[in-house]
């Protein structure tokens, strides 16, 4: 058994873990208060960007659609970007995605395809290293960033536009974790290119007549690299209010868990203490009867 | 008279959404001004200044490139980059 004053020690350094759990949950909350507000107010400027080339989309079709919504009509070398946080201490967040992220990569290397991994985070650069070593083309630290702009994105969406005009890929798939609420954020695989047009119908009724300026086309070419830049943003964004959301509910937990072991050591030390003037009496006593 | 609706959305947020009368913006191929009931256009801005007039109040913003989308439900500008000027 320990010594009396290894408990006390175990008890006061568990306090000290505590105190710095809950504060570690108070600033996760404050902070996923901040970012769920920031994922809030990106998705105007995605939903609409996402409607308007829907609309577009359904007008170019065929040979003259770019090459980023059509694709290159080959299914043989994917990309993956896994995003997930640059920070630990949140619980299983970074290790959801990974997950997700791995079983599509096994799935498709098993089918006999190329697979290219772009890591965004430092756990997850660190998680992936080590199985798929010499498929990961590139990392991105996010960590030296205080605010998620487009400026942030920017770099990422350059790097997968770059590998894919290069017919470097032919499929580019972005995991991230989709912010539902704050108990429950999903890992998501989400296709990036070939750009999907799902969920906005064409506006019904009779079709407006548009006039574009410049052409169709050309619009479409330059807002499908924006829409690749701002649907990584809201990725980011999302991961963000995720992270905490996840770190504070991990927080969370270890104060619970620090108070229970506080309970059951300062039990214990008073068991023990008590045990020991128990003992002391006897002593005392035994050698007062012996005189 | 008519009110044109008119949201101004960057990614970071939401920074004008309402009712007015008149919104002038940088086309890619010229200058233009969009009033209510305006037929359906859509282009690619410059760098320059977004104008919304409505009434006596006129609000003036700095947009780095961007798409606006005239339809029957108003005028959107989605800006790159949008601050308002001073």
């Known amino acids: ?291 | 008279m008519a009110k044109l609706h008119f949201s101004l959305v960057a990614p970071e947020r939401e920074l004008f959404s309402g009712d007015v009368d008149m919104v002038q913006a940088p086309g890619a191929e010229g200058d233009f001004g969009v009033l209510a009931n305006h037929a359906p256009f859509m282009t690619t801005l410059r760098e320059g200044k977004v104008t919304v007039k409505d009434g006596a109040t006129t609000k003036v913003f700095d947009i780095q490139g961007g798409f606006a989308d005239v339809g029957p439900e108003g005028l959107t500008i989605l800006a790159e980059h949008a601050v308002e000027a001073a």
């Open chain 1, 1 to 291: 058994m320990a010594s009396l004053k290894e408990m006390r020690n175990r008890i006061s350094s568990v306090k000290a873990t505590q105190k710095i759990t809950k504060a570690m949950q108070m600033v996760a909350a404050a902070k996923l208060r901040r970012s769920q507000d920031a994922a809030e107010s990106a998705r105007p400027y995605a939903r609409r960007l996402a409607s308007v080339i829907a609309n577009l989309a359904s007008g170019v079709s065929g040979d003259g659609a770019p090459k980023m919504l059509a694709g290159t009509g080959r299914d043989e070398r994917h990309l993956v970007v896994v995003a997930a946080a640059d920070r630990g201490l949140a619980g299983g967040f970074t290790s959801s995605i990974v997950r997700a992220a791995r079983v599509h990569i096994d799935s498709l290397i098993a089918q006999g395809k190329t697979v290219q991994i772009i890591c965004v985070g430092k756990k997850v650069t660190a998680q992936l290293t080590r199985p798929y070593a010499g498929k990961i083309v590139e990392t991105f630290d996010l960590s030296a960033y205080r605010q998620l702009t487009l400026s942030v994105a920017q770099p990422i969406a350059d790097t997968v536009t770059r590998l894919y005009e290069a017919g470097e890929t032919d499929v580019v798939t972005l995991f991230y974790s989709r912010f539902k609420s704050v108990v429950q954020q999903i890992p998501t695989g989400l296709q990036l290119i070939p750009a999907t047009v799902e969920g906005v119908e064409a506006p019904t009724g009779p079709a407006a007549v548009y006039e574009y300026e410049p052409s169709e086309e050309a619009i479409l070419e330059t807002l499908l690299p924006r829409n690749l830049t701002v649907q990584i943003l809201s990725a980011l964004l999302d991961n963000m209010a995720g992270f905490y959301a996840s770190q504070m509910t991990a927080m969370d937990n270890a104060t619970r868990n620090a108070g229970d072991m506080i309970k059951r050591y300062t039990l214990e030390y008073n068991r023990s203490r008590q045990a020991q003037i128990t003992k002391e009496l006897i002593e005392i006593i035994s050698g007062a009867e012996a005189v």
